[in-house]
């Protein structure tokens, strides 16, 4: 199973923009299982860009107060996942 590093930059857009905004609690629903275990700790990042930009998101992550990672199945996720990229593309 691979992980896109399109849901990876746009998991840390997401995260930049709760920072911006002074978010203290945050919900990630992906439809990602490997994002959502490798930003949890249970897999580990082998990808050397990837893992960058997991550095990245776990910097990020320690300025929220809480967020929390949920997976869902693709087919659950269009709607959400089409209004996330819509308000990331508008900033």
């Not at 693709?74 to 593309?89: F, S, W």
Request: glycine share 4%.
């Amino acid at each position: 199973m691979k992980r896109s590093p399109t849901t990876s930059i746009r998991s840390r857009e997401g995260l930049e923009k709760a920072v911006e905004l002074g978010v203290d609690e945050l919900e990630v629903v992906s439809d990602s299982e490997l994002l959502v275990k490798q930003m949890q700790g249970e897999y580990r990042v082998k990808n050397e860009a990837l893992r960058e930009l997991n550095d990245e998101a776990n910097s990020l992550e320690r300025k929220l107060g809480r967020v929390r990672y949920t997976a869902v199945r693709r087919e659950h996720n269009e709607l959400a996942d089409k209004l996330v990229n819509e308000a990331l593309d508008a900033t």
